[in-house]
């Protein structure tokens, strides 16, 4: 069982910027890919970026290209959402995922598909407002 942990989220002035960060409870994340989804009231569940396991692979939402930046430190155990310029249509609920089915194969894998992901945490609240 993995379990997920985010933090960071918060209420953040449209320009402004906010990381979020992902990690396990019990172990870490060296070996599977992540992914972030934001989900905003009433709404579905959207794709934001991913990361591979080898931490050489990167996906981007269109939305968000130039804005967010996601990246990770296999020898420890977070995954980062850094989040810059935000926007009013940016406030969501945002949650990471991991990808446990991983081969050396797939080390540079980054889904963007959310039926993809084996674990999610439970997501922080961003609010972008003035």
């Known amino acids: 069982q993995v379990h997920l942990v985010e933090s960071g989220g918060g209420l953040v002035q449209p320009g402004g910027s906010l990381t979020l960060s992902c990690a396990t409870s019990g172990g870490i994340l060296t070996y599977y890919a992540v992914g972030w989804f934001l989900q905003a009231p009433g709404k579905e569940r959207e794709f934001v970026a991913a990361i591979s396991w080898s931490g050489y692979g990167f996906k981007y939402a269109n939305s968000v290209k130039g804005r967010f930046t996601i990246s990770r430190d296999n020898a420890k155990n977070p995954v980062y959402l850094r989040m810059d310029s935000l926007k009013p249509e940016d406030t969501a609920v945002y949650s990471c995922?991991?990808?446990?089915?991983?081969?050396?194969?797939?080390?540079?894998?980054?889904?963007?598909?959310?039926?993809?992901?084996?674990?999610w945490g439970q997501g922080p609240q961003v609010t972008v407002s003035a």
């Open positions: 995922a991991a990808d446990i089915n991983n081969t050396y194969a797939d080390r540079h894998k980054t889904p963007d598909a959310d039926h993809e992901y084996d674990y």
